[in-house]
């Protein structure tokens, strides 16, 4: 399989308006900035980009102030998320737990992906807990199976950032959980995955 050819190496999703359409673009910036702080300031220019999957959009020579950024995909755009738990060393140290040999995979569904600095509901059997965990998010791009190691980052489109929500008590608390933690449930709730705002294509960081 060919690396993934993508016409963009920053992926945001913006609207130019508080009435115009959400759109995908290109941040015009220097590569140390912060493209957050700059939306926010009003100071973020795009380059339009034409298309409604993020894999493949055409370049366009509009440039557009950013009035509010997004996440830079949707749900729709990510059918499931797989989700590695203990993803390092420091933290498995710090709960007293043995180095594993193969790491702990859960998931979250589509619908828990939500956009950046959008607000998150808590469900009503969650009120009494919510926590926050900055991520590493590698974004997949094209299908695989039976990957190499070697061939693993021609499937990768790029790099984010995410936050996974976790209800605590619904994860650990024997009341809640029984008697194993459980992680998929006390995860997953919608818009317990915002995603955001940036997407960086890989070859731009690499193995990251």
Same mark, same amino acid.
């Given at each position: 399989?060919?690396?993934?050819?993508?016409?963009? +190496?920053?992926?945001?999703?913006?609207?130019?308006?508080?009435?115009?359409?959400?759109?995908?673009?290109?941040?015009?910036?220097?590569?140390?900035?912060?493209? %957050?702080?700059?939306?926010?300031? %009003?100071? *973020?220019?795009?380059?339009? *980009?034409?298309?409604?999957?993020p894999f493949q959009?055409?370049?366009?020579?509009? +440039?557009?102030?950013?009035?509010?950024?997004?996440? !830079?995909?949707?749900?729709? =755009?990510? !059918?499931?998320?797989?989700?590695?738990g203990l993803n390092? $060393? +420091?933290?498995?140290?710090? @709960?007293?737990?043995?180095?594993? +040999?193969?790491? @702990?995979?859960?998931? $979250?569904?589509? !619908?828990?992906?939500?956009?950046? =600095?959008?607000?998150?509901?808590?469900?009503?059997?969650?009120?009494?807990?919510? #926590?926050?965990?900055?991520?590493?998010?590698?974004?997949? %791009?094209? #299908?695989?199976?039976?990957?190499?190691?070697?061939?693993? *980052?021609?499937?990768?489109?790029g790099y984010t950032?995410?936050? =996974?929500?976790?209800?605590? #008590?619904?994860?650990?608390?024997?009341?809640?959980?029984?008697?194993?933690?459980?992680?998929?449930?006390?995860?997953?709730? #919608?818009?317990?995955?915002?995603?955001?705002?940036?997407?960086?294509?890989? =070859?731009?960081?690499?193995?990251?």
């Amino acid at each position: 399989m060919s690396p993934i050819n993508l016409p963009w +190496t920053r992926l945001v999703r913006y609207s130019s308006s508080a009435a115009s359409a959400i759109k995908y673009g290109e941040p015009i910036v220097a590569p140390d900035a912060d493209i %957050g702080q700059l939306a926010q300031e %009003g100071k *973020l220019q795009v380059k339009q *980009l034409l298309g409604t999957d993020p894999f493949q959009l055409e370049t366009t020579d509009v +440039t557009e102030t950013v009035f509010r950024l997004y996440g !830079p995909l949707e749900p729709k =755009d990510v !059918p499931i998320v797989r989700c590695i738990g203990l993803n390092y $060393k +420091t933290h498995i140290l710090e @709960t007293g737990r043995p180095l594993p +040999t193969c790491p @702990t995979v859960f998931t $979250k569904p589509g !619908p828990a992906v939500a956009d950046h =600095d959008s607000p998150i509901p808590i469900p009503k059997i969650a009120q009494e807990q919510c #926590d926050y965990e900055g991520e590493l998010v590698i974004v997949i %791009g094209q #299908d695989g199976k039976n990957i190499t190691a070697e061939n693993a *980052l021609d499937y990768v489109a790029g790099y984010t950032v995410g936050n =996974d929500v976790s209800a605590r #008590d619904w994860q650990r608390e024997s009341s809640k959980a029984g008697p194993v933690p459980q992680w998929t449930f006390s995860k997953s709730f #919608d818009k317990y995955a915002p995603l955001g705002p940036c997407l960086v294509r890989q =070859d731009l960081l690499n193995e990251a």
